[in-house]
């Protein structure tokens, strides 16, 4: 008893893995199912970029990782934002990443909008994709 929380996780061998971004709630499809209310799968917000390096350097200065950490996009529809957005995103991470932590990302996406420019931004950045596919209404409902 009296340990640190920080000191108890420093010495473990688990670690925070992955955090989960959710860089808009905007979806170009609607899923009835979709834990997100209708009114904010319609809203065409972006996250702000203070709040990406807010949160970038509150992650990756952390005493209480592993050697490695997944920023996860996540939520809405991910690829209804520009390519740009992802590009300088990725930047912006790499450069808050002052203990050279192997950085990885995922997308999680309906698949929807997936195409060579896309698939190029994944290969560069080597981006792990996850698509969700539900089987028709009458076998998932």
Not at 30 to 35: D, F, G, I, L, V
Not at 39 to 55: C, F, Q, S, V
Not at 119 to 141: A, E, M
């Amino acid at each position: 008893m009296g340990k640190d929380m920080g000191d108890y996780i420093k010495h473990s061998d688990y670690y925070p893995t992955f955090v989960i971004l959710q860089p808009t709630s905007f979806c170009n499809i609607s899923c009835e199912y979709c834990y997100l209310p209708q009114t904010e799968r319609n809203k065409r917000k972006i996250m702000d970029e203070k709040i990406l390096i807010a949160t970038a350097k509150l992650v990756l200065s952390s005493k209480n990782l592993g050697d490695h950490i997944s920023f996860v996009w996540h939520a809405g529809e991910p690829l209804t934002l520009p390519i740009e957005f992802y590009e300088k995103s990725f930047e912006i991470i790499k450069s808050l990443n002052k203990f050279n932590l192997k950085i990885y990302h995922r997308i999680q996406t309906n698949g929807t909008l997936i195409n060579s420019s896309w698939i190029n931004l994944f290969k560069k950045w080597d981006i792990s994709v996850v698509i969700s596919i539900d089987p028709p209404k009458f076998v998932h409902d």
